[in-house]
């Protein structure tokens, strides 16, 4: 069975920081892969995805970076904290010949 | 401006009753997904219908599509209170399901 992991759970973390939020996808090979943040009370806005290992397209511009450095895992980071980055990290995986998005069980970020 | 809209914002019903949440959106589809997310929880997928099929059933769940009026419906009988949940429409467009567009959801609140 698939299994996706995020971490870490949760993050307090200062303006000006850096940050590296980071998921797993177990028991597939080649996930594409998806990053969506999403506001207190709002909608996911998808922010990258990932086909394969190395490429990474970017939706939306927030400030934030992405990287695929294995064909299992995504991650997200920035070097400046903004108070504007609070809110909850979604990871998901779909296999290339279905729809259905899986999501991770998130990040919850707060920046003071 | 929104791609895909949930109505209404927010919904209460008593446990066992029907209830049902509307989506509008405003762009050409391929298909349409209705996920749930539970606080604290990432989202899952309930139903996926395509532009060609006008409804779509999974067990308590019926879902409709109505591409002349760019539509969908998610009905839910027999509500429990695990259905407390914000429910989102996301539509796939031309981006395919790499690129699906979330509404802003509708919390709905199942009580005893």
């Known amino acids: 069975a698939q299994t996706i992991h995020q971490w870490p759970v949760a993050e307090i973390k200062a303006v000006g920081s850096p940050l590296s939020l980071g998921c797993t996808i177990k028991g597939k090979s080649s996930p594409n892969l998806y990053w969506y943040w999403q506001a207190t009370g709002g909608t996911l806005q998808q922010l990258f995805y990932?086909?394969?290992?190395?490429?990474v397209e970017s939706v939306v511009q927030l400030n934030l970076s992405a990287s695929r450095p294995k064909d299992d895992q995504f991650i997200l980071s920035t070097e400046k904290l903004l108070l504007s980055h609070s809110g909850f990290y979604l990871c998901a995986w779909r296999t290339f010949y279905a729809e259905t998005l899986y999501f991770g069980s998130g990040t919850r970020l707060t920046v003071l | 401006s929104q791609l895909a809209e949930e109505n209404p914002w927010a919904l209460s019903v008593h446990e066992g009753e029907s209830v049902t949440v509307n989506c509008s959106y405003k762009?050409?589809?391929?298909?349409l997904q209705w996920y749930r997310q539970k606080s604290g929880e990432g989202p899952a997928q309930l139903i996926l219908?395509?532009?060609?099929?006008r409804e779509k059933r999974n067990g308590r769940l019926r879902a409709t599509l109505d591409t002349s009026s760019q539509s969908s419906s998610l009905s839910i009988t027999a509500t429990r209170c695990e259905d407390t949940a914000v429910y989102f429409c996301?539509?796939?467009?031309?981006?395919?399901?790499?690129?699906?567009?979330f509404g802003k959801g509708t919390q709905l609140i199942i009580q005893p």
């Open positions: 996301a539509t796939e467009g031309t981006g395919g399901a790499d690129r699906l567009t």
């Open positions: 219908i395509r532009s060609n099929e």
């Open positions: 762009t050409s589809i391929t298909a």
């Open positions: 990932s086909i394969t290992v190395g490429q």
